[in-house]
């Protein structure tokens, strides 16, 4: 909701044009944050972060100096993988945790381990999610709903809320929708609502923590190349996927982290309530 309420922020001033900065009170301010790692010392902690972009944004975070725990449905090798990418490509710590997310204790007990850990959470991505193709929305089972439902949005709920006690001003979260909750999707009815939740879920957020200095955004990707994809679609599917966009391709999970670095960092601070789109070129209206 917007401040609707006036209030002085800074002196009454006025120059003649064009306006010189040298006489302005304060003066705007122009210097870019200092080089180095954008994440320095900070907790971010990652759903579904064993694969795809999940995968990706936790490589990145920690190039960028971020410790990082993750989640993860069950025991498998990919999570393995990135806790030794983590910890021996990057030197940070990488904390794992195994469980279906879709069951509210589940999203409490990871929490409760990283802040065991670590004692705060600085960056929050809530990331995982399920998709299950069906030709009609009489095909939609009321488990296939529930379970979308469970996975995609309302674990956002229960992590976030069990999150809050160890986030502090300056503070971020970061929420994973899709251009299917722009577009829709035929096929994908349920996954396709759940996503369009998480924007309002975001937008609604952003609005109740803004008072915290605590910043809600998002990233809506498009066709993402993610063992989602094939674990979703039939062969003749996965070949084409991601050839009807305007650049002819699916982007790669590398190619949508760095949207999770800007919303990270201080790069996005005067950013809350907001989408990135990497989705090869989709034009929509956010």
Not at 113 to 142: C, F, H, M, P, Y
Not at 175 to 201: E, Q
Request: hydrophobic share 35%; charged share 20%.
């Amino acid at each position: 909701m917007p401040n609707e309420k006036k209030h002085t922020i800074h002196p009454p001033q006025h120059q003649a044009k064009p306006g010189d900065e040298s006489q302005m009170i304060p003066e705007p301010k122009s210097e870019p944050a200092p080089e180095g790692k954008k994440l320095k010392g900070k907790v971010a902690v990652i759903t579904g972060g064993d694969s795809g972009i999940g995968r990706a944004v936790a490589y990145l975070y920690a190039q960028e100096g971020a410790d990082i725990a993750i989640s993860y449905l069950s025991e498998h090798e990919d999570a393995r993988d990135v806790q030794k990418h983590v910890e021996g490509v990057y030197h940070r710590k990488c904390l794992l945790f195994s469980g279906d997310l879709s069951k509210e204790e589940n999203c409490r007990e990871f929490i409760h381990k990283v802040a065991e850990k670590w004692g705060r959470i600085d960056i929050l991505v809530n990331n995982l999610a399920t998709q299950t193709e069906q030709k009609n929305l009489e095909d939609i089972s009321s488990q296939q709903l529930m379970e979308t439902f469970s996975t995609n949005i309302f674990s956002y709920f229960w992590v976030t809320q069990a999150s809050l006690p160890y986030m502090k001003k300056g503070a971020c979260i970061i929420n994973t929708s899709s251009v299917t909750a722009y577009r829709g999707s035929p096929h994908l009815i349920d996954y396709a609502a759940t996503k369009g939740a998480i924007v309002a879920f975001t937008r609604s957020l952003a609005g109740n923590l803004v008072e915290k200095g605590i910043r809600v955004n998002g990233v809506a990707p498009g066709p993402i190349w993610t063992p989602l994809i094939p674990a979703s679609f039939d062969e003749e599917k996965t070949s084409t996927f991601g050839s009807d966009v305007l650049m002819g391709r699916p982007g790669e999970p590398n190619e949508v982290a760095p949207c999770y670095l800007f919303l990270g960092s201080d790069d996005s601070s005067y950013m809350t309530g907001q989408f990135l789109h990497p989705n090869g070129g989709s034009i929509l209206n956010t």
